[in-house]
């Protein structure tokens, strides 16, 4: 049955350490996931280097997130855990479909607008064909389903049109994939300015998955709620972002539906509530984060863990790149 499941791909950069809208957004479902499809995870270290790194540092991330997203759930025996640069198809890949991906519809990209309006001094070739190594990165594992966050949306759209301009050429080589977009805890923003999402570049609105639990509950005390006073723990995005953030949050970490949480705090401030969502998200975080420190301390296992993945992701990969060379031409080795 096994080849039967539907197919699943997904990448994060390590370009930062995971954080509570990493895990509350995309990363808790994934255990769900693994059981559903057949998955392919991958720390996406090529696209990392798009924006200048530190060495030491993206090599400590790289390793970390491993740890942690197995701390999460993903059972390495149970889906396809890997490093991309371990795979150099995804580059191979990458470079045919850069052929079949245009200047015009590149440059009209909403990431790419952003991401060079913020690094105006490195405005790099990568970061203008980062949605054709992300097309590669998804095509070469033929994938039913692409699971990402609202923000992702346009790349997996991207690629959807380049697979299908390939076909189009040399019959159907991809699967064309759909982006899933995961239903619950979605969108988490930031505690200190929940109007936009949880980020690691604003660190005192963002908690991340390792902090220490007295820092995770200072930064639970001091989010920004609003000057409601009458029965103020109330879900409503619009008119109170910070505290349906924090119902959003409260909820994940429990499981509780909205209404329960309201009821539970009818009459009650923002000063009864912080602390109880901070201890929610302090006692959902301290297996992940223990587990983490444990497999961090037994690097042979995590390599072990690698290379399995690599060797995994890497012979689907080839099948697919494979059939690639042969359509555009190129004389087989
Ligand atoms: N671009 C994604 C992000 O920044 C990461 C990513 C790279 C990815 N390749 C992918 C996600 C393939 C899904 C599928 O979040």
């Not at 255990?31 to 924006?51: G, Q, S």
């Not at 795979?87 to 990431?111: I, K, N």
């Not at 420190?293 to 296992?301: I, P, T, V």
Request: proline share 6%; charged share 25%.
């Amino acid at each position: 049955m096994e080849n039967q499941k539907k197919v699943m791909v997904s990448g994060i950069q390590p370009s930062g350490d995971l954080h509570l809208g990493n895990y509350l957004g995309p990363l808790h479902h994934w255990p769900e996931m693994i059981a559903e499809f057949d998955c392919y995870f991958f720390m996406a270290d090529l696209h990392t280097i798009t924006v200048r790194q530190d060495p030491a540092a993206l090599r400590k991330r790289t390793l970390t997130q491993l740890a942690q997203y197995i701390a999460c759930g993903l059972d390495p025996e149970k889906c396809v855990l890997f490093v991309q640069s371990h795979v150099p198809a995804h580059t191979q890949l990458g470079w045919v479909l850069d052929c079949y991906t245009m200047f015009g519809e590149l440059s009209r990209m909403t990431q790419f607008k952003d991401k060079s309006a913020r690094n105006a001094d490195n405005i790099n070739a990568g970061l203008f064909t980062y949605p054709s190594l992300m097309a590669a990165d998804i095509l070469l594992y033929q994938p039913d389903f692409v699971p990402v966050g609202e923000d992702q949306k346009q790349h997996v759209e991207i690629c959807r049109d380049i697979a299908e301009r390939f076909n189009g050429v040399y019959g159907d080589v991809f699967k064309v994939p759909q982006p899933y977009i995961a239903k619950v805890g979605a969108r988490i923003m930031g505690l200190s300015a929940p109007e936009s999402k949880m980020s690691k570049s604003v660190p005192e609105g963002c908690v991340f998955l390792m902090e220490k639990p007295e820092d995770i509950m200072r930064k639970f005390k001091r989010a920004v709620t609003d000057s409601d006073t009458e029965n103020p723990v109330r879900y409503d995005p619009k008119a109170k972002p910070g505290v349906s953030n924090l119902i959003q949050i409260y909820a994940a970490a429990t499981g509780k539906p909205f209404a329960e949480i309201e009821a539970e705090f009818a009459g009650k401030g923002y000063g009864a509530f912080k602390p109880v969502v901070g201890e929610a998200v302090v006692e959902c975080l301290r297996p992940i984060r223990e587990e983490t420190e444990r497999l961090l301390a037994d690097k042979a296992y995590l390599e072990t863990v690698w290379r399995a993945g690599a060797e995994r992701a890497e012979y689907v990969a080839m099948k697919t790149l494979r059939k690639v060379y042969k359509k555009v031409g190129f004389l087989a080795r």
